[in-house]
């Protein structure tokens, strides 16, 4: 079945330092997700990718989607203690049964 | 009001019994889902009800059936609880999914259930 996989699985910064999470899947996407959690909360969606190429920013996060629909990365400008918790990322396949495969997470880790 | 939510917040029980979550959506969605995320993080979905049919049944044990008495509603029970249930349950809801496009899933607060 399809698998997603993610990089890394923890990722400690000083506050200020830039930030990345890879996410590869097995599968060519049809559209890719990506969500965050905080400590003790629950998965929050941040942003859909649907175009091959795309790249779409919401202030200091960018969102990639590779030209092969297989690859996705969110990055992370100047982090702030805000934004420590477990980013997921989740991929759809299509064929209409199917749900979302979530990567294993990475967690960012800030030091202040 | 809140969009997804699930009772309880904190289950705990003891091997062998058997416990409902309950889980409820106010947002209109076609599509739920019930997810498990072990000690790791790792989200995994267990199940997905679109318009009261079963369309995701992942290899889970059978202990665990899902119900839904309607498109708002879709609780988990789960039979003779074992040591590794103990996880965080967390409950989902989306638009339909068809061929071709998924939609953002919103997701509750989660149940940890511990089994002692």
């Known amino acids: 079945g399809q698998q997603v996989m993610q990089i890394p699985q923890y990722q400690h910064v000083q506050e200020g330092e830039d930030f990345t999470t890879y996410c590869n899947s097995s599968t060519t996407l049809s559209n890719i997700q990506w969500y965050k959690q905080r400590p003790g909360g629950h998965p929050v969606f941040l942003i859909q990718l649907v175009k091959s190429g795309e790249v779409k920013k919401q202030k200091r996060l960018t969102f990639q989607f590779g030209e092969a629909k297989k690859n996705s990365s969110l990055h992370i400008t100047a982090t702030q203690t805000t934004d420590v918790g477990t980013y997921f990322c989740a991929g759809y396949s299509g064929g209409g049964a199917d749900g979302l495969t979530f990567g294993k997470g990475t967690h960012l880790i800030i030091q202040p | 009001d809140t969009a997804v939510s699930q009772t309880p917040k904190y289950l705990v029980t003891q091997m062998g019994n058997d416990k409902s979550i309950k889980c409820e959506q106010n947002l209109g969605h076609d599509t739920m889902y019930w997810y498990k995320q072990d000690s790791k993080k790792f989200l995994k979905i267990m199940f997905s009800y679109n318009n009261k049919e079963l369309i995701i049944n992942e290899t889970v044990p059978n202990r665990f059936s899902p119900k839904s008495p309607d498109k708002a509603h879709l609780n988990l029970h789960i039979n003779s609880l074992e040591l590794g249930d103990s996880a965080v349950y967390f409950c989902?809801?989306?638009?339909?999914?068809?061929?071709?496009?998924?939609?953002?899933?919103?997701f509750g607060p989660g149940t940890r259930l511990t089994v002692t």
């Open positions: 989902a809801s989306s638009r339909i999914v068809t061929s071709g496009r998924a939609w953002e899933q919103y």
